[in-house]
């Protein structure tokens, strides 16, 4: 319990800090609600709309989990077929950078275009985000195995399934997971993007339509309220990455090693 | 053995278990040096990484049953090029290894790196028994093999533990029994103590002497340390400077070894007539 306390308690301070400043400095600088509202306004909002920022929440939810997952196999699967061959890697990576450095938000309206304004586009946008982090990350734990232990196993006989199998794929397991955790994050950042770009309300409205829709009409608290929401979304995501590395390499590997005090 | 073909020996070493139960005997007798008994044959040996660099040059050596043999030489000579030529991890330039006698299945070489290079997903047991998974064995054929393995380098108890638990010369061990749950008939190391502190260092030779010797384990030991390379061979071949030559080798005359050895006058001279050989190796 109590070294819960000391771990959350400091930062936990900070926010009481922060929170206590703005609240202050909104009061005493007649600061207009439109341009910045007070903490206190801003989970006042929360509680009203809290059927909307709910469904949004699921929405958004279900839309990164899908590009993530998308991502997640597309992005495994490239990585092994790359690392099989170095033609193919030379001829096929530079694009996946290409990818990677090319404006997602310019390419949102493309998918628009092509697929419609609906829960494809978010998903695609959603993907493509977070596709190379994993790609990359992957195809670097795949190639990067000792080569001492490939020639141990050669020297036995062993052909190159059973070099993946029991060097390759474990080796590029911490790898794919420092991927998993860039590309949670990014999941969520790209569906609230796409969401944002497709403007689809009602019902099926993801948190980034919110964004949008509520700071056309100046609801600033209710903004906020939605950012806050998305970026407990985001928080939510990555920590279940870290749940799950640990789950599968906490008993192995050093970045799951606590520290012994 | 008849009194007669003891009276012929020209080397014996008789080594005492260092677990105090058993004295086992392996006698090498010179009926035993004919060409039947050899088990690496290295001819004319050219190893060439570019037109400019020549790593060796002109090997010839014979390593017989049952014999362990030191390559000692300064660093980049090619020795440890020398020991992945015999392995067939490399190929000559020119001339040719053969390994007659030894089978050419795999399991057959044994090869030791510098480095443990363990799995660390795998638990010390598994480990142990990732090289007879490529043979396709039963479960409990590698169960049993992996566990008598670890009890012979002295690892019971740390089945379940992770490669990131043990220390330097645990992980060590832990590759010593990988290889040898092969059984091979062959047994490279290729400076596999190297990393190692000095009193850790010391322990693994005694364990490596016993290893070797009681199941007359033919081996070829790459080392830099003329000590290590005295204390543990029936011979020790020393290396010149690159390109890579035979300087001249020593047969080493100590019958048992035992920590104290190395404070004898013979251990001492043995080392400082290796060290001249490769001081010789390096002013060529």
Known sequence: ?261 | MTANQAAHTVDIFIYESNVGHAIEKVVVTDSDIRSDRIRVAIRDLEKRFSKDVVALRGINLDVQEGEFVSLVGPSGCGKSTLLKLVAELDYPTSGNVARPGIADLPGSIGFVFQDAHLLPWRTVHRNVELLLEIQNLSVNERHRRAKEALAHVGLEGFEDAYPRQLSGGMKMRVSLARTLVLNPQLFLLDEPFGALDEITREKLNDDLVELTRSSGLTTLFVTHSVSEAVYLSNRVVVISDRPGTIVDEISVPFNERHRSLRNTQEFVNTCAVVTEMLYRGMEK
């Open chain 1, 1 to 261: 319990m109590r070294r819960i306390f000391e771990l959350i308690g400091p930062p936990l301070l900070v926010l009481v800090i922060i929170l206590g400043l703005w609240s202050l400095a909104v009061r005493l600088l007649g600061i207009p609600a439109f341009v910045l509202p007070s903490p206190e306004q801003v989970f006042e909002t929360a509680i009203i709309e809290s059927d909307r920022l709910m469904s949004g929440f699921r929405n958004t939810l279900v839309a990164s989990t899908v590009g993530l997952l998308a991502a997640t196999v597309v992005g495994v699967l490239g990585a092994i077929i790359l690392s099989t061959s170095r033609v193919l890697e030379r001829a096929l990576y530079p694009w996946a950078v290409v990818l990677q450095t090319v404006p997602v938000v310019a390419l949102a309206p493309l998918f628009v275009l092509w697929v419609g304004p609906g829960f494809v586009s978010v998903v695609l946008v959603a993907f493509i985000i977070a596709l190379f982090p994993i790609l990359a990350n992957t195809l670097m734990g795949l190639v990067s195995t000792d080569p001492a232990l490939i020639d141990l196993l050669r020297m036995q006989g062993a052909g190159r399934a059973a070099i993946f199998r029991k060097i390759r794929l474990p080796n590029s397991l911490p790898y794919f997971f420092t991927g998993m955790r860039i590309s949670a994050g990014l999941a969520v950042i790209g569906t609230i993007v796409g969401e944002m770009v497709v403007g689809r309300g009602g019902e099926k409205a993801g948190l980034g339509y919110y964004v949008v829709f509520s700071a056309t009409q100046l609801k600033t608290d209710f903004v906020f309220a939605t950012i806050i929401v998305s970026t407990g979304l985001g928080i939510a995501f990555f920590l279940a990455m870290v749940g799950l590395s640990s789950l599968v390499m906490g008993r192995w590997h050093e970045s799951e090693l606590r520290p012994s005090t």
